[in-house]
């Protein structure tokens, strides 16, 4: 037997029900997205490496990227996100734009880890981004938008929650124990790997960065502190915002999030799913006022989240969410084909029920009609039609509901116009 060649390591193919999902998600987002005046746009694939070089921190760099030369040496890499080719789109063309802008997108992205159950090396990510605006009020709409995408798919907030903190709230308490700005970085980075790490690791880590005990104590202690929001200002306005949008169940302060890329300035988000026994991160992202003039522009506030595919997918799946119909045929009418003298006028019939405006999915070849419904059954289709000799004399065809396996002939002209009825009524098609 000759050997399969496999798929790249850590990509997917996407099989008609994976697609579907895939699809269905793109729909819900773009449905969303719409609703708060949030317009679609998209990047290149292929970005230079020094995009990122001085925007995203050393280990997206470093670890994460996919990067090559170019027939010209230059290094080129497999875009791991979108927020800096937004930032360069947005410097381009700064003084012909009008602000504030609310874009989206929902496309590939690519990063070099470990491929385990919902993270792969490829992977589809939905991007949103309000920029020209400094207020929390902005930073509740991110909040809001992810709220009201999770309500349109079905989770409650039981099942996932926004939590939210603040950089400069952390600073300042950072600050406080006596942790130099300089340092804050590295502190950052600790706090973010917090649920990614045993205790015993995680204080090997505050070690290695150079903490004392005496601020390590502290820390551990600031990340228990669930009240610490009302000491800021911002986030007072951000829930006062959250609860005016009508989504404040789902939205939480935990000072454990903290965001681990280097250009978050402000607040930062991060959704959780909690329906299961691991957390699992589903979106996050922040505010990112710096952003646009590391690029070469000029300063402009802005703040954003993404949310990749494969984890809201894990979840999906584990709480049976996803649509009944997922993986079957978008046609729900089949039209049969009774024998070899008859194909051609089932063809026909095929094309006149499309014009009529339904998905009509003809079978290929002459068989059994048994053999046919089952196939049906099988793609889902919800109706069958049988289109032999007598219905063909008689201008009539036979109309089979496969859900309650009823049978009746109708005029052929009134043919579509039956077909409907029975998918609004029996199917909700």
């Known amino acids: 037997m000759k050997k399969i060649i496999n798929p790249v390591k850590g990509t997917r193919d996407f099989y008609p029900q994976d697609k579907f999902v895939n699809s269905w998600l793109y729909q819900n987002i773009r449905e969303v997205s719409e609703s708060f005046g949030y317009q679609e746009f998209d990047g290149p694939f ?9 925007k995203s921190g050393e280990e997206l760099v470093k670890e994460q990227s996919f990067v090559f030369p170019d027939k010209s040496g230059n290094l080129i890499a497999l875009r791991p996100e979108l927020t800096p080719s937004l930032v360069r789109m947005i410097a381009q063309q700064q003084q012909q734009l009008y602000y504030p802008l609310r874009w989206w997108s929902f496309g590939p992205f690519w990063r070099y880890e470990s491929p385990q159950k919902g993270r792969g090396r490829e992977f589809f990510q939905w991007n949103a981004d309000l920029v020209g605006v400094d207020s929390p009020q902005a930073d509740a709409e991110m909040a809001a938008l992810m709220a009201e995408f999770f309500k349109k798919i079905g989770l409650s907030s039981v099942q996932v929650k926004v939590f939210v903190n603040n950089r400069r709230l952390m600073e300042g308490e950072l600050s406080k124990l006596d942790i130099s700005p300089d340092k804050q970085g590295k502190v950052f980075r600790l706090i973010d790997r917090r649920g990614k790490l045993s205790d015993k690791e995680w204080g090997a880590y505050a ?23 009302k000491e800021s200002k911002e986030l007072v306005q951000f829930f006062s915002a959250v609860d005016a949008l009508g989504v404040k169940d789902y939205v939480e302060f935990s000072p454990r999030i903290i965001r681990g890329l280097d250009y978050y300035t402000g607040t930062v988000f991060e959704a959780l799913a909690l329906s299961t026994d691991v957390r699992r991160s589903v979106s ?38 996803f649509p009944e119909n997922r993986g079957s045929s978008p046609a729900k009418v089949l039209v049969t084909v009774f024998d070899k003298e008859s194909q051609m006028a089932s063809y026909q019939l095929s094309v006149e029920l499309r014009q009529a405006g ?8 002459p068989d059994k009609l048994g053999k046919q419904f089952r196939h049906a059954d099988r793609i889902g289709a919800a109706i069958a039609i049988i289109l032999g000799p007598d219905e063909i004399a008689n201008q009539q065809v036979a109309i089979k509901d496969l859900k309650t396996r009823e049978q009746k002939t109708v005029k052929r002209a ?15 098609a």
């Open 358 to 365: 339904l998905k009509v999915y003809s079978y290929p070849t």
């Open 46 to 54: 292929l970005e230079s490496i020094d995009l990122y070089a001085a």
């Open 284 to 321: 996050g992202g922040g505010r990112y006022d710096n952003l646009l003039a590391a690029v070469g522009g000029d300063p402009l506030p802005g703040v954003g989240f993404a949310m990749g595919d494969m984890v809201i997918t894990v979840v999906l799946e584990e709480l049976g969410l």
């Open 207 to 229: 070690l290695e960065i150079g903490l004392d005990s005496k601020q390590f104590d502290g820390i551990k202690t600031l990340l228990n502190s669930e009240n610490l929001w």
């Open 414 to 428: 009134e043919a579509a116009a039956v077909i409907q009825g029975i998918l609004d009524t029996d199917h909700g």
